[in-house]
Structures are given as structure tokens and as C-alpha cells.
């Protein structure tokens, strides 16, 4: 540019105008920022098992190391063989109905298909619903793709279950899906059968198809049994998400996949367009999808995580009492995953602005957690805790959230 012609500035799309991921957003910046000054912080913020002393399984690993030099080249679009198998076999054992080798597409992530549906389903102004909270890549992808998020209330008072009411109230003409996560990310809820066919029968009457974030459905705690809502609803098409991110702790390795099921005469057109997209991205991670089979098969290391003298449980137990004892705090038990939702009285603290709250915390005392907002949650009255590190950290974090909320703001 000669001195007279100012400089070009490159601006983001305006797709993105109305696009919210703040689980890596404001709060989570500061803190990096404080840590590249050589602070300590102590993280309850990232849903990553691995960091915290979470082992894959060995046999994972060694079969990766083994597969290695025969994943070099491309797969198929949807996936290998090995592992297409693997996850259709697995759909089968929980009950999901109407399943062949060509429901079946493995992803870079859930993260991946997940937007990939998003963009294959809605167009400009159609809408979805969403739950809120929510992880929040549901409400980023929806926006992004052009459609409309609609955000239907997970009930704190009753264990965290979407509200049924609340769901049919926000239906309209445009609706043309409902998502549902399943364990939950960031409640911890678990959803018992009766919810769910709730949420069928919804579904069912308003012809909306339905999509179920499932991929925490191998860390429940409490002997509850998972269920997956596409097992109640032949009738319906259903798009079912999994991966091995959190069951074997291996998030960086990149594998999830989806499941169509149930009615998939209704959903031809769109199937023809999940099949473009997949097609677009040639294939996903080979030396990832490689280990499904492994993975799938044989003993599930995660359960020992999640049963009493395992990390997970334990974990869980100490930190939904310690949150508890917290005057002004009060938290749901969660059931199921490694999150925790808790609730602030803002009227005794005078809370307006949950991120303001999240830093003032992180300044004070170096503990970070993501404000509710980061969930699509509404009010400034929640923030979740990551109970993943281990209880020595946790013990430390919950004296200094205790320390912190004693004196935090009181009239
Ligand atoms: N869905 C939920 C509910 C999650 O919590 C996460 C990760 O935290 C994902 C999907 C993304 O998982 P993946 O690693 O398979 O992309």
C-alpha cells in the first residue's frame, strides 16, 4: 500500500457475528495470561481426562503403535470397516433400532459431526432446539449453519431433566429438531427412561427428528443403566453421537462418531447431504479410527473410574459435599461424566455478571471455572466445576472457593 491507500483490514465473516464458544473464552484467556506471567492456576475448567493422570488403556495404545503403519492413506468417508463394525455392534447392544454399516460415519471429535449435521439440516431461520445449559458447541454450530437456536430449560429443581413444558412451548412451524445431552455436559444429569420417552412423544407429534449427544453415555456412576432415547423411538429418524474422547481418555486422538437410526425414509434427502458433507472431508483420522475396534471391545477400563474407590467417584462425592457446605453454593448431585453445575445465591452476594464473578475469583485466588453464560445459561446464578483434577487440587480449590465466598461482596 502507498502512504495515501490505508491499509486493508481483514474482518471475520458476519457468520460468526452472533457465534458464542466461551468455554475457552474471556476467563480462560486472563488465566493464560496470568500463567505466561509464572502464576499457578488451578484448573477446574477443561473437560480433558488425560492431563490429570486419567491412563488410556494400554491395550489402546499398543494397538495404535501396531495399526500405525497401515493407516496412511485415506479410509473411506464414513470410516474403516473395523470400526464401522465395532460402533454398529455397539449401537445394537443398546438397542438403537434400524441400524446398518451405513448409519454409521466416524469423526475427527464428535466436535466434527456434530457441526457437520448442523450445516447438513438447517437452513436460514429454522430452528432448533437446544438445551440450556448446553456445551455450548450445539448453540455455535446451529448459529453458524444459518439457523435458529432455541434453548428449552433443563430443570435444576428436578435433577437437571429438560422440562417437558417448557420444550412444547417453544415449538413452532420451524422447528425441526431437538437435541438432547445425554449424560450431561455441564449438569451431570443422567436422564431416566421416562424423560426420555417424554421427549419422544414430543418429538413424535411435532414430527421433529432427534439428535442425542451421548458421548459421556460410558461414565455413569451409581449402577444407573444409560439408555439411548433413539432404543424408544423406531418411529422417528435419530442421530445418536459417541467416541472415545472421555471413555478412554483420549480426546487428543481425535475419534467420535454418529449413528442414524429409527425412520430414515423421512430423512433420504437429508442423508443424501450428511453423505456430502462426509464426503468433503474424505475421511477422518485413520490411525484414530484404527483402535475403535480395540476400544469397543473387551474390558471398559473407565468403570473402575466411576465405582466407589475409583477417581471419578470419589472425586464426585468430595466435591458436591464440599460445594455444598458453602454458604450461599448449592449443587444437584451429579450422576454421570466429570462436571458439576452449582448455583450461587446472587442476592446474598450481590451478583450481576457471572464472568465478572468467574474473574474476581481467578484473580483472588487463582481458581478458574467457566461462568454459566459460557453454557447458554441465562442467569448470572451458576458456574461449572471440572471435578477431573486430582482430590489434593480439589481440597485446595474448594477451602479457597469456601475462603473466597466468606467474604465475597457481603453487604
Ligand atoms: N459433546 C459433549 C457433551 C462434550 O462435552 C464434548 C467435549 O467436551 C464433546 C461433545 C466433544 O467431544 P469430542 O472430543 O468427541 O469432539
Not at 456434530?114 to 456445551?135: F, H, K, V, W
Not at 412444547?168 to 420417552?197: C, D, F, Q, W
Not at 450461599?328 to 458439576?340: C, D, E, L, N
Request: with cysteine.
Amino acid at each position: 500500500p502507498t502512504r495515501s491507500t490505508p491499509m486493508r483490514e481483514f474482518k471475520k465473516s458476519s457468520k460468526l457475528d452472533n457465534v458464542l464458544y466461551d468455554v475457552r473464552g474471556p476467563v480462560v484467556d486472563e488465566a493464560s495470561r496470568m500463567e505466561a506471567e509464572g502464576l499457578r492456576i488451578l484448573k477446574l475448567n477443561i473437560g480433558n481426562p488425560a492431563p490429570f493422570g486419567f491412563r488410556t488403556p494400554d491395550e489402546v495404545v499398543q494397538d495404535m503403535r501396531h495399526q500405525l503403519p497401515d493407516c496412511e492413506g485415506y479410509s473411506d468417508s464414513k470410516g474403516l470397516f473395523s470400526a464401522r463394525k465395532a460402533i454398529m455392534q455397539y449401537a445394537q447392544l443398546k438397542h438403537i433400532p434400524n441400524v446398518d454399516m451405513d448409519s454409521i460415519y466416524t469423526g475427527n471429535g464428535v466436535s466434527e459431526l456434530i457441526n457437520l449435521c448442523m450445516q447438513a439440516l438447517l437452513d436460514t431461520g429454522d430452528e432448533i432446539l437446544i438445551p440450556s445449559p448446553d456445551y455450548p458447541l450445539w448453540t455455535a454450530c446451529a448459529t453458524l449453519s444459518g439457523g435458529t437456536p432455541v434453548h428449552y430449560i433443563c430443570d435444576e429443581e428436578a435433577e437437571w431433566y429438560p422440562d417437558l413444558k417448557d420444550i412444547e412451548s417453544k415449538i413452532t412451524p420451524r422447528t425441526k429438531a431437538i437435541v438432547i445431552i445425554n449424560p450431561n455436559n455441564p449438569t451431570g444429569a443422567l436422564y431416566p427412561r421416562e424423560v426420555l420417552e417424554g421427549i419422544v412423544e414430543i418429538a413424535r407429534k411435532h414430527q421433529l427428528m432427534i439428535f442425542s449427544d451421548e458421548i459421556y453415555d460410558r461414565l455413569v456412576m451409581d449402577d444407573l443403566e444409560h439408555v439411548s432415547i433413539a432404543s424408544l423411538a423406531p418411529d422417528l429418524f435419530c442421530i445418536t453421537f459417541s467416541g472415545l474422547s472421555k471413555s478412554h481418555m483420549i480426546a487428543g486422538y481425535r475419534i467420535g462418531w454418529m449413528v442414524l437410526s429409527g425412520n430414515k425414509r423421512c430423512a433420504r434427502d437429508l442423508i443424501m447431504g450428511i453423505n456430502m458433507l462426509s464426503n468433503m472431508r474424505l475421511c477422518s483420522n485413520v490411525p484414530a479410527q484404527s483402535i475403535v475396534q480395540t476400544a469397543l471391545g473387551g474390558h471398559q477400563s473407565v468403570k473402575s473410574y466411576v465405582v466407589p474407590g475409583g477417581r471419578i467417584y470419589d472425586q464426585r462425592e468430595y466435591v458436591y459435599k464440599a460445594l455444598n457446605e458453602i454458604p450461599g453454593i448449592t449443587a444437584v448431585k451429579p450422576k454421570a461424566a466429570f462436571y458439576i453445575f452449582p448455583k450461587i445465591d446472587v442476592k446474598k452476594f450481590n451478583i450481576t455478571n457471572d464472568e465478572q464473578f468467574a474473574l474476581d475469583l481467578l484473580h483472588e485466588k487463582r481458581v478458574l471455572i467457566v461462568p454459566g453464560k459460557g453454557f447458554n445459561w441465562h442467569k448470572p446464578d451458576h458456574f461449572r466445576v471440572v471435578y477431573l483434577p486430582r482430590m489434593d487440587v480439589l481440597q485446595e480449590c474448594m477451602e479457597d472457593l469456601s475462603d473466597f465466598m466468606a467474604h465475597y461482596r457481603q453487604a
